[in-house]
């Protein structure tokens, strides 16, 4: 599979500064090669011998390909600005409603990480139904992205931020029984 770089100065993107096409669902692979393909033209240590213009060139494109390349691997962070592409703001630091279902299941999780915090058999099963969660809500969000609903999938992307952050703490709780 050979990785085609649009136009490196092709900034007024991620997506098109990797060359390719704005949507939710991403192939990673695809995305990689093009990040360490960018990476080695722009590097620094590359144009060390370059004037400074072409030095602090090399390091604003280095710095803007890792930017791009952290936002559109992380599914929340590409999720938000696909939203921000299409004009949509998610708000999420005003904008913290969720439906009573999802709050339930958050309360739900919380006790059950608070009642198991010594016992890892039980973690583990909770952080396999929390990753089953995560999973469905990347596909429910590549459903509305293709959808163009990009108000349900603000809505969509706050549960899933809510989700990595529980996954974190539980991973991290996991991590001081093992």
């Given amino acids: 599979m050979s990785v085609v770089v649009a136009n490196l100065s092709a900034s007024d993107n ?10 939710f ?9 093009a ?20 030095q602090r060139v090399a390091m604003q494109m280095a710095t803007y390909a890792n930017t791009a390349y952290r ?15 299409n004009g949509v703001d998610a708000h999420l630091e005003t904008n913290t409603a969720m439906p009573v279902e999802f709050l339930m299941k958050q309360m739900e999780w919380r006790e059950a ?4 915090i010594e016992n890892l058999s039980e973690l583990e ?15 429910r969000l590549t459903e509305e992205f293709e959808k163009s609903a990009y108000q349900t999938a603000v809505e969509t992307l706050r549960g899933l931020l809510f989700i990595e952050k529980f996954a974190a703490e539980l991973d991290d709780a996991i991590a001081e029984l093992v």
């Fill in 14 to 23: 991620y997506f098109t500064f990797f060359g390719l096409t704005p949507r």
């Fill in 25 to 33: 669902k991403l192939d990673t692979t695809v995305l990689d090669q």
């Fill in 35 to 54: 990040y360490l393909a960018i990476q080695k033209e722009v590097h620094p240590d590359r144009h060390a011998s370059g004037t400074e213009s072409e």
């Fill in 71 to 85: 936002t559109l691997k992380d599914p929340v962070q590409r999720g938000l600005y696909l939203c921000q592409l």
């Fill in 113 to 116: 990480l608070d009642e198991s």
């Fill in 125 to 139: 099963s909770l952080a396999s139904e929390v990753h089953r969660a995560r999973d469905e809500s990347i596909v």
